[in-house]
């Protein structure tokens, strides 16, 4: 069978049965695009171990991350088994198949003042009633204070909130639903935003749409608006030059944690399938603990 044919029938699977983010099926799609052309021959029987140990050599050569090699490895691996198991090949020449371990980086933070600075500005930013910035605020105040996803909170529709609970429901990686809390600054900014900002900018489209966050022309919002509106927001308060919405998770996360939560509640509010996932964020609060100490300790 040819290689191409079988990755394609492969990333369909990823996405239909065994449902992975769009961006996972993305990722190992292109990269086994990457290892189809490292290799002379299309069939997919020609793929040993040392063409995968090559493609992997190529890609160190071209300066590739390390978590990106790895990736790389994973995709194969995942890909061979598949084929394996529909035996379209009688032997897995990635079992041996070694990458670089991933190095840790520990997620960008901001700390609860910076965020109190941040949200204050945002918020008084928002006092005259303008539109936009009634919803920068919301989002922010949501992001942070239910520790969501940007896909989670793009996707989500106005029956999805019941600011009364002060709860979300969104629909997380592989379409699982949860239902998250969030605090009454966020339930204050969203409900003003609702009331105050939404049914301008719905007006502005031909057709209606239920999301909860509208754009300037008033279709719902995409991730890109809010990653530029997050990175422009944080990125004065965290000393990063490149810093996206998921600071926004990352900092939920640790202050949580910060503030006595069981890491088990945060791997449900997070949303995480592992709770090996959720265990950085202690890392996150150690360090910061261990820096104040050295600061502060007179034996530091």
Do not use: N
């Not at 609702?194 to 301008?200: D, F, I, K, M, Q």
Request: proline share 4%.
């Amino acid at each position: 069978m040819e290689f191409a044919a079988a990755a394609e029938t492969f990333t369909e699977h990823l996405q239909q049965v065994r449902r992975l983010s769009p961006a996972t099926v993305r990722a190992y799609r292109s990269d086994l695009r990457d290892l189809d052309g490292s290799f002379d021959g299309a069939d997919l029987a020609a793929v040993d171990l040392e063409v995968l140990r090559d493609w992997l050599w190529k890609a160190t050569q071209r300066g590739d991350a390390r978590s990106t090699l790895a990736r790389r490895a994973a995709a194969a691996r995942s890909f061979f088994a598949w084929a394996l198991e529909q035996e379209l090949i009688d032997h897995d020449p990635s079992l041996r198949l070694v990458a670089p371990k991933r190095g840790r980086t520990l997620p960008t933070v901001a700390s609860q003042d910076a965020m109190r600075e941040l949200l204050e500005t945002k918020q008084a930013a928002a006092v005259d009633g303008d539109p936009i910035a009634l919803r920068d605020h919301a989002i922010l105040e949501l992001l942070y204070g239910a520790g969501i996803r940007v896909s989670e909170l793009c996707g989500l529709d106005i029956d999805d909130l019941d600011l009364d609970r002060g709860t979300a429901r969104v629909l997380g990686k592989g379409a699982k639903e949860r239902v998250v809390p969030f605090g009454v600054p966020a339930r204050i900014a969203v409900a003003g935003y609702l009331t105050r900002a939404r049914p301008s900018l719905r007006a502005r489209a031909e057709t209606t749409t239920p999301a909860v966050f509208l754009g300037a022309r008033g279709a719902r919002v995409g991730p890109r608006a809010v990653y530029s509106l997050v990175a422009d927001a944080l990125a004065p308060f965290v000393g990063a030059e490149t810093v996206g919405p998921h600071a926004l998770r990352h900092t939920a996360a640790t202050h949580l944690l910060d503030g006595g939560a069981d890491l088990r509640a945060v791997q449900e509010i997070l949303g995480h399938a592992s709770l090996g996932t959720t265990q950085i964020y202690t890392h996150v609060s150690a360090e910061r603990l261990t820096a104040t100490y050295r600061l502060a300790h007179p034996r530091a």
